[in-house]
């Protein structure tokens, strides 16, 4: 693959010189060998899970560590899911089963006569993926869908559904693009992935008279497909959207299209200077949950954090650990406070920019800080849930384990990396996210308002407040 680099605006190193992955991502068999694989998994979690609800007496978060449906979600999958989203992007959507499942229902709904709609201009907003991201973490904190497999089944097959009749009924990679409930995370988390598909040189792209990867007919191939999610190759210039599928690899005649690793946040992409209203909303609900679950790793921190809904409940006549006023506690009124204070202390410098403005302008340099935060709960999480994976694969059910646990005839397997170091990693990652907020403002606004800087310092010192104080308080 000789590829004329007459541009240097997307320096990085392109992963196609090396010959194991260049024949990987030009195999036919690529994505869809992996997205089989993973179907395959997801559908023995689904089976595995269906019916099971913990035991009479025994606390459904160590029932969810020992039952492998469970166990492999929310403990295993979503932590990494989250570090590779911030590190590489939509890496995921390539081997998603999910994205299968619509892929190929599409092409039997074009085979049966189904005619097709493209989605619709509010659906390509995310205003439905925020709302479903929405609903999914409210039955995490009211019903404890992270915790009861019965609940995590009948959520996987939901997911395979959607996918399905989103595929029949619409066109051009809908379920990706207006219903998975993880795309505007992926999309806001992914803006300064280490992973990008560019192309080489700018000559080569102009002189192409094929076109393939923007070709319309192209869309309906199997491989070397144009762009199935409507993107120009030609003209990437951001990874919020891009799926890594490969297809535009494959269908570029030149051989032009490249895979590079480069630094993060890397300055040829574009930035917005405004965030959309839905991505603005999904980062404002995200900032209230992040900070919830880096408090739940500091018991003091988490009875700070509460307060207020515990005192609502008392008032109220309810169970103070009653989990959906502690949802709506954690997704609307927390974040809406939270963000109100940060837009009040930018107008005391700028008494004339609505709020709304502010939000916007705000809303993707604070993202690299919740990011930041979302990526030191995951790997707590992550060293304290891998160790039951032996457990779980012996008896993937989970019952009899559960049993041997709450019995004393088995001990708890302690975290796989002790919390102290957990804390130290989690306060570097929260230093860089800091540095990434900061540099990323600059870069789009005037470096003379730094004022605007004060609500990343904020949210980036509270959450290394809550990191750093877990593991080192005296109280």
């Not at 679950?293 to 809904?309: K, S, Y």
Request: aromatic share 14%; net charge positive.
């Amino acid at each position: 693959m000789n590829m004329s680099r007459d541009t240097q605006k997307h320096n990085g190193f392109d992963l196609l010189r090396i010959n194991l992955i260049r024949k990987l991502v030009l195999w036919a068999g690529f994505p869809y060998i992996f997205q089989i694989l993973t179907l395959l998994v997801f559908l023995a979690l689904a089976v595995i899970g269906w019916g099971l609800f913990p035991p009479n007496g025994v606390d459904d978060k160590l029932f969810a560590k020992t039952n492998l449906t469970n166990l492999t979600i929310w403990g295993l999958w979503w932590p990494l899911m989250i570090w590779g989203a911030v590190l590489f992007g939509r890496i995921w959507c390539a081997i998603c089963p999910m994205e299968l499942i619509s892929n190929f229902s599409e092409r039997l709904g074009r085979v049966i006569g189904i005619r097709q709609k493209p989605l619709s201009k509010w659906l390509r907003s995310g205003v439905l993926i925020v709302a479903l991201y929405t609903v999914i973490q409210l039955l995490v904190a009211g019903a404890h869908l992270h915790r009861i497999p019965a609940y995590t089944s009948v959520f996987l097959f939901t997911l395979l559904a959607v996918a399905l009749f989103t595929g029949l009924l619409l066109k051009d990679r809908a379920f990706c693009r207006g219903f998975c409930p993880v795309g505007m995370l992926l999309n806001a988390y992914g803006r300064g992935s280490m992973l990008a598909v560019r192309h080489a040189s700018d000559r080569a792209c102009a002189s192409c008279t094929s076109r393939d990867c923007v070709l319309p007919g192209n869309r309906k191939k199997l491989v070397g497909r144009s762009c199935p999610s409507l993107l120009n190759p030609a003209k990437l210039n951001s990874t919020s959207d891009c799926l890594v599928c490969g297809q535009c690899v494959k269908s570029c005649a030149p051989s032009n299209m490249t895979l590079l690793l480069r630094r993060p946040f890397h300055s040829a992409d574009y930035r917005e200077p405004l965030a959309s209203w839905p991505l603005t909303m999904f980062i404002i609900l995200v900032s209230g949950f992040v900070t919830y679950e880096l408090c739940t790793e500091w018991v003091q921190a988490e009875h700070v954090f509460l307060w207020v809904p515990q005192q609502l409940s008392l008032n109220i006549g309810l169970n103070t650990n009653n989990g959906w006023i502690k949802g709506f506690w954690t997704l609307f009124i927390f974040p809406f406070l939270l963000w109100s204070f940060f837009g009040a202390i930018v107008k005391l410098f700028e008494f004339n920019t609505n709020l709304t403005t502010i939000w916007r302008s705000l809303a993707l340099p604070l993202v690299i800080v919740i990011s930041a935060g979302h990526m030191v709960k995951s790997i707590a999480k992550f060293v304290s849930w891998v160790g039951f994976l032996p457990y779980a694969i012996r008896d993937p059910f989970g019952f009899k384990t559960v049993h041997q646990f709450t019995s004393g005839i088995l001990q708890i397997p302690a975290p796989i990396i002790d919390k102290i170091v957990v804390s130290i990693i989690g306060i570097a990652i929260m230093l860089i996210g800091i540095y990434f907020a900061i540099r990323e403002f600059r870069l789009t606004h005037d470096e003379s308002r730094v004022y605007w800087l004060i609500p990343k310092l904020i949210l980036g010192i509270m959450f290394l407040f809550i990191v750093f104080g877990k593991e080192w308080s005296f109280f």
